[in-house]
C-alpha cells in the first residue's frame, strides 16, 4: 500500500508561504489546507469558526496548564479536550484532522505544525519559506492591509507568535533548518519560481 504525497508549508509573516503553497497544490492537482482546517475544527467540535479564528496558531496562555491535564500525551488520543484551553483544543481538533487526512490523500498543508504533528509520515515533503523583512513588511502592507507606520513591529510580532505556538506544541525551534528538508528564501522569487523549486525537490527525492 503506497503511502499518501505530504508537502507541509511553515512560513515567516509575509514570506508568502500561503500563496506558494496554495499554488503547489494547485499545480499538483491535491487539497490545499489552511484556514480550511479552522472550518473543519469548528464542524467536528461545533464551535463557531470564529471563536477558533481568534486562536489560531497561537500558544495557549499556561503551559503548566496543558501539562497537568495531559495535553502533551498525544498518543492516548486526546480523550477529554473539553476542559482545555481554546487555543489547545484547537490545536488538538487539527492534529486529529491532519492525521486522519494524511490516511486518506495527498495534500499541501499550511502551518499548524503539520511537519511535528506527521514527522513519523513516510512521504513528507517539509518546506520552511522565509525572506528578507524589508519585503515581508511590504507584503504585509501591500496584502494584509497593515498600518505602514507599524507593520515592521506587526510582522515581527506575527512571527514570535508563530514560533511561539511551534515550541509549545512540538517542543522544536521553530525556523531551524534542520527541522526541514527544503529551506526557500522567497526574496527575489515569484510564486510560480518557488512552486518549481520545491517541484524539483520533490522529483529528486522521487526518482530515489
Avoid at 527544503?182 to 527575489?188: G, K, P, Q, V, Y
Wanted: charge should be neutral; glycine fraction near 6%.
Amino acid at each position: 500500500m503506497s503511502c499518501n504525497k505530504i508537502i507541509t508549508i511553515t512560513r515567516q509573516f509575509g514570506s508568502g508561504g500561503h500563496e506558494i503553497g496554495e499554488a503547489l497544490a494547485k499545480r499538483l492537482e491535491i487539497p490545499f489546507y489552511d484556514k480550511e482546517l479552522i472550518s473543519l475544527a469548528a464542524k467536528k467540535s461545533g464551535v463557531a469558526p470564529e471563536v477558533f479564528e481568534q486562536y489560531d496558531e497561537k500558544a495557549a496562555n499556561s503551559l503548566l496548564y496543558s501539562l497537568s491535564v495531559g495535553l502533551y500525551n498525544y498518543g492516548n488520543g486526546f480523550s477529554s479536550v473539553g476542559d482545555l484551553p481554546v487555543n489547545d483544543r484547537l490545536y488538538i481538533l487539527q492534529h486529529k484532522i491532519i492525521k486522519e487526512l494524511a490516511d486518506k490523500e495527498n495534500f499541501v498543508v499550511v502551518g499548524r505544525c503539520a511537519d511535528y504533528v506527521l514527522r513519523d509520515h513516510k512521504n513528507l515533503v517539509k518546506v520552511f519559506i522565509y525572506a528578507d523583512i524589508d519585503s515581508r513588511v511590504k507584503r504585509a502592507v501591500d496584502r494584509h492591509d497593515i498600518d505602514p507606520a507599524r507593520s515592521k513591529q506587526a510582522v515581527i510580532k506575527a512571527d514570535k507568535a508563530r514560533a511561539n505556538y511551534y515550541s509549545f506544541y512540538s517542543g522544536k525551534k521553530w525556523g531551524l533548518a534542520d527541522n526541514y528538508d527544503l529551506c526557500i528564501n522567497s526574496t527575489n522569487l515569484s510564486t510560480q519560481q518557488a512552486v518549481e523549486i520545491i517541484l524539483s525537490y520533490i522529483d529528486i527525492i522521487d526518482k530515489k
